[in-house]
């Protein structure tokens, strides 16, 4: 399974950075939080 950084993922789908910390914090959107300073979003799969 891939791993992006938050920053891939603003390119990929075209938001910002806080959009994504949003999803996280309502539950849209569950990263992998690899360490404090680093969260990895998994690549997003049919069974998600």
Known sequence: MKYYTI?????????????LRNWDRSGKLKPHHTSKAKKMIKELTEND
Not at 7 to 19: K, R, W
Request: no cysteine; glycine share 8%; charged share 15%.
């Open 7 to 19: 920053h891939e993922m603003t390119e990929i789908l075209g938001v910002t950075a806080q959009t």
